[in-house]
């Protein structure tokens, strides 16, 4: 009987050339890439709104964003919002999240 869940490559990695191991693992994380969604102009009036509400009255957000091809949340204040600017930042007991506004995906008050 075959295992469904056999080692795959695992057993064979030793006989293979350090390229070969680099190629496949390139390979795998290229197939696990996500996509940025493309944002409606009602999403994009929400986010800016909510982020404008957030750091008049200085309340908590949670921000979801992309980068680096997969999604990313961030929870903390908005620390500065000027109109020219084209980055976030957000601070949290972490330290200082920048993100850039383009790469906003969701916004939201807590």
């Given amino acids: 009987m075959r295992n469904i869940h056999d080692r795959g490559t695992m057993k064979w990695t030793s ?33 800016g709104f909510s982020l404008m509400e957030a750091a008049k009255e200085e309340k908590m957000v949670w921000i979801k964003y992309f980068k680096d091809y997969d999604f990313h949340e961030v929870t903390g204040y908005v620390e500065t919002l000027k109109p020219g600017d084209e980055v976030i930042k957000c601070t949290n007991d972490d330290g200082v999240q920048r993100i850039h506004y383009s790469n906003l995906i969701h916004v939201e008050i807590i």
């Fill in 15 to 47: 006989l293979m050339l350090p390229e070969q191991v680099e190629l496949l693992k390139e390979l795998r994380q290229q197939r696990e890439r996500k996509e940025k969604p493309i944002l409606d102009e009602d999403q994009l009036e929400y986010n």
